[in-house]
Nanobody, 115 residues
Framework: QVQLVESGGGLVQPGGSLRLSCAAS????????MGWYRQAPGKQRELVAL???????NYADSVKGRFAISRDNAKNTVYLQMNSLKPEDTAVYYC?????????WGQGTQVTVSS
């Protein structure tokens, strides 16, 4: 049974940093493309960052230069380092795992950027 468990969310002031983690189990982690998505109130879920099984990365334009996705295959964990946070980054952040037609989601972690 595949499980994705996010952690690291919280309340941070504008300009601050947070690091999200997503621990995976029940899967061959290294085979999967891993992604971070977010959903703000009243908005659709959007892709934030993606890392392939080979380590290639892709980012939403809104977070380029501020966020960094990485993975540790030995720990079955994907990370999202978020710097220079803005109020518009406030959302529930979800971890995803994808391999061909298989797709799994975590429960999400709340990130609130506010003074």
């Amino acid at each position: 049974q595949v499980q994705l468990v996010e952690s690291g969310g919280g309340l941070v002031q504008p300009g601050g940093s947070l690091r999200l983690s997503c621990a995976a189990s029940g899967m061959v982690f290294s085979n999967y493309a891993m992604g971070w998505y977010r959903q703000a109130p009243g908005k659709q879920r959007e892709l934030v960052a993606l890392i392939t099984s080979g380590g290639g990365t892709n980012y939403a334009d809104s977070v380029k230069g501020r966020f960094a996705i990485s993975r540790d295959n030995a720990k079955n964990t994907v990370y999202l380092q978020m710097n220079s946070l803005k109020p518009e980054d406030t959302a529930v952040y979800y971890c995803s795992a994808r391999l061909f037609t298989r797709e799994y989601w975590g429960q999400g972690t709340q990130v609130t950027v506010s003074s």
